[in-house]
């Protein structure tokens, strides 16, 4: 999925991640249990596959299926998954690959197993394009099933909106901002009002949403090109999301809180900001750390500027896995349009299925959380013309630091000329290794 980008929930992150490796010498070893096998499924983040296992199960009956890894931040677990495949034990039946992490297990496809060979050629019309295609790798295996894309909108809270004497009608509230020199401009209105609130949660989550904003409407790619060359210093859309960026951080407008931190969510706890950026996956997050209690209060409108995608993951099979033929068939299961709506239906992680996509049960979908925003119109009706923006190889490396650059400003340690150097050098650093 998925966030992130970093996809986080920081509350459970290290329960999650201690689980995750206390039980990493035991995938796909189990002692039969009455006869049936088990196959253990490695996750970040929130996947939604809780009922889908439960329905898959039933239906085979010779199968057990674990979880692991929910709640874990992918900081914590792609290191883990890539230890795992070096070894070559360890790693999961079936393990989820978050989009900025894709071009780097694609360099050893030999840890994977190729789904052309068994059957998986037959199911390209069950996803978007691009999608399809970035499971693949550069001599033609796939290694990867798609499950979700990001999207994006930009969920507020309606009680704070109100608060502040803004509109809180999503309609209303989406012509505020067509363009993000307008969301400063309405997130200045904010501030003045003193709610007690800041308009937004962190600036690393807008410069994010920006740069693949900006990337996706132009050239395609953002820190590295298509030839896999470091681009940070010199493509502009990069320098343009950190310019905006620095406007909304100079206007005061951000919470500064250290986003998938404890006090990030705390925050979303504490109503203490207004405004977030918010793929499909968001969602789930926003719930999950905001709790039952702001039900309803919540709301989702457009995001500025001209669409964008934040996120979205694959499911793929180890070759170490003792049990190939049925993990395959799992993954199958869980990617197709049925598994893409039920996970949908469970956290939010919008499909990349067109199928999926076309069925009125995303069409139709609203969330009652967000004040029964019909999140299938909001997110879907972009989902089959998102624009994809290409990772390069140490994508996550780099855009660690320039988000940490980009955080240093915030937090007021350095002026955002010297952010810039940092994120420049410190991404070269960080590609060289």
């Known amino acids: 999925m998925g966030v992130f980008p970093r996809r986080r929930l920081a509350a459970?992150?290290?329960?999650?991640?201690?689980?995750?490796?206390?039980?990493?010498?035991?995938?796909?070893?189990?002692?039969?249990?009455?006869?049936?096998?088990?196959?253990?499924?490695?996750?970040?983040?929130?996947?939604?596959?809780?009922?889908?296992?439960?329905?898959?199960?039933?239906?085979?009956?010779?199968?057990?299926?674990?979880?692991?890894?929910?709640?874990?931040?992918?900081?914590?677990?792609?290191?883990?998954?890539?230890?795992?495949?070096?070894?070559?034990?360890?790693?999961?039946?079936?393990?989820?690959?978050?989009?900025?992490?894709?071009?780097?297990?694609?360099?050893?496809?030999?840890?994977?197993?190729?789904?052309?060979?068994?059957?998986?050629?037959?199911?390209?019309?069950?996803?978007?394009?691009?999608?399809w295609e970035g499971g693949k790798t550069k001599d033609g295996k796939l290694i990867g099933l798609g499950t979700d894309v990001g999207g994006m909108a930009m969920c507020y809270r309606k009680d704070l909106f109100a608060k502040a004497g803004l509109p809180t009608d999503r309609e209303a509230v989406s012509k505020l901002w067509p363009t993000w020199q307008d969301y400063i401009k309405v997130g200045e209105q904010f501030k003045a009002k003193n709610t007690g609130a800041a308009f937004l949660d962190a600036a690393t989550n807008i410069f994010n949403t920006i740069v693949l904003q900006t990337a996706g409407n132009a050239q395609g790619y953002h820190y590295y090109d298509t030839s896999d060359n470091l681009v940070v210093d010199s493509n502009p859309a990069v320098r343009q999301a950190w310019d905006t960026t620095m406007d909304i951080v100079d206007s005061g407008l951000s919470g500064k809180y250290g986003s998938w931190s404890e006090e990030w969510v705390s925050a979303f706890k504490q109503a203490k900001f207004a405004t977030i950026a918010c793929p499909a996956w968001m969602t789930g997050v926003i719930e999950g750390n905001a709790g039952a209690e702001a039900k309803g209060k919540w709301d989702i409108a457009r995001v500025p500027g001209n669409g964008g995608n934040w996120g979205g993951s694959w499911l793929a099979v180890p070759t170490q896995s003792k049990h190939r033929a049925e993990a395959i068939e799992l993954a199958k299961f869980l990617t197709s349009a049925k598994g893409q709506?039920?996970?949908?239906?469970?956290?939010?992680?919008?499909?990349?299925?067109?199928?999926?996509?076309?069925?009125?049960?995303?069409?139709?979908?609203?969330?009652?959380?967000?004040?029964?925003?019909?999140?299938?119109?909001?997110?879907?009706?972009?989902?089959?013309?998102?624009?994809?923006?290409?990772?390069?190889?140490?994508?996550?490396?780099?855009?660690?630091?320039?988000?940490?650059?980009?955080?240093?400003?915030?937090?007021?340690?350095?002026?955002?000329?010297?952010?810039?150097?940092?994120?420049?050098?410190?991404?070269?650093?960080?590609?060289?290794?």
């Open 341 to 433: 709506i039920g996970a949908f239906k469970a956290k939010g992680p919008l499909p990349s299925s067109p199928q999926a996509l076309a069925d009125p049960a995303i069409v139709e979908a609203k969330n009652a959380y967000f004040s029964d925003a019909p999140v299938g119109q909001i997110f879907g009706e972009g989902a089959k013309t998102l624009k994809p923006v290409y990772m390069g190889p140490k994508n996550q490396a780099v855009r660690t630091e320039v988000e940490n650059a980009v955080r240093t400003v915030e937090l007021g340690q350095r002026k955002p000329d010297q952010g810039w150097t940092d994120a420049v050098n410190n991404a070269k650093k960080a590609a060289a290794k």
């Open 12 to 131: 459970v992150a290290l329960v999650a991640a201690g689980a995750l490796l206390a039980t990493a010498g035991c995938a796909g070893d189990e002692p039969a249990e009455d006869g049936k096998i088990t196959l253990t499924v490695d996750v970040f983040s929130q996947f939604g596959y809780e009922e889908l296992y439960k329905e898959y199960m039933a239906s085979h009956p010779n199968v057990k299926i674990v979880e692991r890894g929910t709640g874990t931040n992918l900081d914590d677990y792609s290191p883990k998954l890539t230890q795992w495949l070096a070894a070559g034990k360890g790693a999961g039946d079936v393990v989820a690959i978050e989009e900025g992490l894709m071009v780097e297990y694609k360099a050893n496809p030999d840890n994977f197993v190729n789904l052309l060979d068994h059957g998986g050629a037959e199911l390209q019309g069950n996803f978007l394009e691009w999608k």
